[in-house]
């Protein structure tokens, strides 16, 4: 996030018509899947040569992958064009540095420098092709099985495209990659429908696939539009996967219409004005002074009558403790911990240990969506909503998805005084995404308030729904999305 004069922020729309007016020459030969990437985005690198699984079940799991998502998309091909799926001609290639994969569109071997960490489709020669001794295993190490069949429906989604003739440069190549991710997430929905005679998919399934995300994803301000490689920030990556797993592979026929959401992460001015964080003294202040400026105008649509009161906030030391009620947490109880008390109407959050290992690991977006969340959940108190339900936390994190929406379009920064002021920079929106990954419910979470709170994949999607209503129709229509 970075400061900004209200009259100064940038309001976030572009045409994606416009960006089919860029596209001006034909993309790389291979589309690939991830980029050279060796950590995640938490900065922890990824360990190679683990022994959960053994050296060759990736080829194993993608092959069978291979099988299923031709199955699929030879039942899907025909409903969306009238036309049938044949099956890749070239075959598949496992590849690694001693033996690399046949060059696309050319004669011989591929110079393994060029395709190293990669998995890629090659429409000249209609084949795929992954790197099993430097991304696929470890992807399958960190993110398991079906993160795997995940990246074969993404490839296999441009095979696709080639079959459907859009491969020829009328689309940069972001558009050919939202759609790809698209497809992919339409092949999840097929799986979580039951009809996969390969694979299962379960909720940790979908939370390890935004850690796969956060791992594949475009470097930090990446100008998708400009970059002919760019394939998208995570947070852009989920946004199409998560249609075609909630709408189907019509939702994704129509990405070729433009009919999918764009957030830019780069705004015109200065990239290095964009991409710097906050200090993090500076977080809190400036968040709280923005929220309270968004619930004083956002509050009155779901209570309507009723006026917004100053909040009250608790940055504590776990070693002094803190209270709600009859119950209260210190020392080690106390570390981490962060909670809305309707008791004493109070906002608590661990300052010592939780709001500095937020910052450092994941960025200052870390810390405002925990304290928006809080925003959010003293909201519904108020509002006499619901409060201690799985719906209600997820209706929570829609609410702080509005929030963060307003701070991209400067609808409710330009009634702020200019101290109040914040908007997002390149990468925060990835930041959101790492921080439900951090603290979503696990899928072994069973009873009491941690499976109330929502798995990773869910509550991003409830942020997402918030996100997008407010962003595309404005924050009232946002918050009416999230209480509907």
Request: proline share 5%; charged share 20%.
């Amino acid at each position: 996030m970075t400061r900004a004069c209200a009259r100064g922020v940038a309001v976030a729309v572009a045409s994606l018509l416009v960006l089919a007016a860029c596209a001006s020459e034909v993309g790389p030969a291979a589309s690939r899947a991830a980029s050279s990437a060796s950590s995640t985005a938490d900065g922890n690198q990824i360990v190679p040569g683990k022994t959960k699984f053994g050296p060759d079940e990736d080829d194993a799991i993608i092959r069978r992958a291979v099988d299923d998502v031709q199955a699929f998309f030879e039942e899907e091909f025909p409903k969306l064009y009238g036309e049938p799926f044949t099956p890749l001609a070239g075959g598949v290639f496992p590849y690694g540095p001693d033996d690399p994969p046949p060059q696309c569109g050319g004669v011989g071997k591929s110079d393994y420098r060029q395709v190293a960490q990669n998995a890629f489709y090659c429409p000249q020669d209609d084949f795929m092709a992954w790197d099993t001794v430097n991304l696929t295993n470890d992807l399958l190490d960190n993110f398991g099985p079906f993160t795997l069949a995940i990246v074969v429906a993404h490839e296999l989604g441009h095979a696709v495209q080639a079959r459907h003739a859009i491969l020829d440069g009328r689309f940069i190549t972001f558009v050919t990659e939202q759609q790809a991710d698209c497809f992919a997430g339409s092949y999840t929905q097929h799986v979580q429908q039951g009809r996969s005679n390969a694979f299962e998919v379960t909720p940790a399934d979908l939370d390890a696939s935004l850690g796969g995300f956060l791992l594949i994803r475009d470097p930090v301000g990446t100008d998708v539009v400009a970059d002919e490689n760019a394939h998208g920030s995570a947070f852009q990556r989920i946004n199409a996967f998560a249609d075609g797993l909630n709408e189907g592979a019509d939702k994704c026929k129509g990405y070729e219409e433009f009919s999918f959401n764009f957030v830019p992460e780069v705004e015109p001015g200065a990239l290095e004005e964009q991409a710097l964080d906050l200090p993090f003294g500076e977080v809190e202040a400036l968040v709280t002074a923005n929220l309270e400026g968004f619930w004083t105008a956002a509050f009155p649509l779901i209570a309507p009558s009723e006026r917004w009161a100053q909040a009250r906030t608790n940055p504590f030391d776990p070693e002094q403790g803190v209270a709600c009620g009859d119950v209260s947490f210190e020392g080690d109880e106390a570390v981490g911990k962060y909670l809305y008390c309707p008791d004493d109407d109070t906002m608590s959050w661990d300052e010592i240990n939780l709001m500095p290992e937020v910052y450092a690991q994941i960025g200052d977006l870390g810390q405002a969506e925990i304290i928006g969340k809080l925003y959010s959940q003293r909201a519904q108190h108020l509002a006499g909503l619901t409060t201690d339900t799985l719906e209600a936390s997820l209706q929570a994190d829609c609410f702080t998805g509005v929030w963060v929406a307003t701070t991209k379009t400067n609808e409710v920064n330009e009634r702020l005084p200019d101290a109040a002021v914040i908007r997002l920079s390149p990468g925060d929106l990835d930041e959101a995404v790492a921080t439900f990954l951090a603290f979503g419910a696990s899928s072994a979470d069973s009873g009491g308030s941690a499976a109330q709170r929502g798995t990773s994949f869910e509550r991003l999607d409830a942020f997402r729904s918030g996100f997008f209503e407010a962003f595309n129709n404005g924050f009232a229509s946002g918050m009416r999305e999230c209480t509907t």
